[in-house]
Antibody
Framework: QVQLVESGGGVVQPGGSLRLSCAAS????????MHWVRQAPGKGLECVAFIQYDESEKYYTDSVKGRFTISRDNSKNTLYLQINSLRAEDTAIYYC??????????????????WGKGTTVTVSS | DIQMTQSPSSLSASVGDRVTITCRAGQSIGSHLNWYQQKPGKAPKVLIF???SLESGVPSRFSASGSGTEFSLTISSLQPEDFATYYCQQTYKTPPWTFGQGTKVEVK
């Protein structure tokens, strides 16, 4: 079945780094864009980064630009998020999600149709 | 960034009630609006995409409408498994896209 499994979270001191991974299975990973979405404790959802299926486009939310790097290895069916210079406000569950495109009314509509269970990043001294 | 505002932030309802949640975009986004359901300790799940299209496998008691800046999600007859938090998300133009702050549907 279609599945995404995140790993790599942990407790890190402010200023530290982590690399999150998202292993995909059950679909042709190399054909789909992928997202990282985070959720701080007790808070809502925030899109952090997006990478196109062929790495041709990458986008980041303003608060992580210059600190986070999204990448993928299509030969390993794996998505990554390198997070550097961690801050307390980066504490969150980090989800990876698969991009889905639907065509209707001569337009393209995007949404996230498959999500992993998340990996927790805690930034604390 | 396009701001998304949901109302109410929370509501109390009973099984069988009709429930409506609204979402307002800070600028016109056409029909580029999705709805997700999230239960405690779980990942979000898509219910509706393109403002009004029901995702495969989602019960027909869920429906949505709207375009431009005003959108709504309706649950026609609330079921026990529907108590959760609901998020709207705009996917207009390039990522990263933005979510509303969420609406928690609680037991009355």
């Amino acid at each position: 079945q279609v599945q995404l499994v995140e790993s790599g979270g942990g407790v890190v001191q402010p200023g530290g780094s982590l690399r999150l991974s998202c292993a995909a299975s059950g679909f042709t990973f190399s054909s789909f864009g992928m997202h990282w979405v985070r959720q701080a404790p007790g808070k809502g959802l925030e899109c952090v980064a997006f990478i196109q299926y062929d790495e041709s486009e990458k986008y980041y939310t303003d608060s992580v630009k210059g600190r986070f790097t999204i990448s993928r290895d299509n030969s390993k069916n794996t998505l990554y998020l390198q997070i550097n210079s961690l801050r307390a406000e980066d504490t969150a569950i980090y989800y990876c999600a698969k991009d889905r495109i639907s065509t209707s009314r001569d337009s393209y509509y995007y949404y996230m149709d498959v999500w992993g269970k998340g990996t927790t990043v805690t930034v604390s001294s | 960034d396009i701001q998304m505002t949901q109302s109410p932030s929370s509501l109390s309802a009973s099984v069988g009630d009709r429930v409506t949640i609204t979402c307002r975009a800070g600028q016109s986004i056409g029909s580029h609006l999705n709805w997700y359901q999230q239960k405690p300790g779980k990942a979000p799940k898509v219910l509706i995409f393109a403002a009004s299209s029901l995702e495969s496998g989602v019960p027909s008691r869920f429906s949505a409408s709207g375009s431009g800046t005003e959108f709504s999600l309706t649950i026609s007859s609330l079921q026990p498994e529907d108590f959760a938090t609901y998020y709207c998300q705009q996917t207009y133009k390039t990522p990263p896209w933005t979510f509303g702050q969420g609406t928690k549907v609680e037991v009355k």
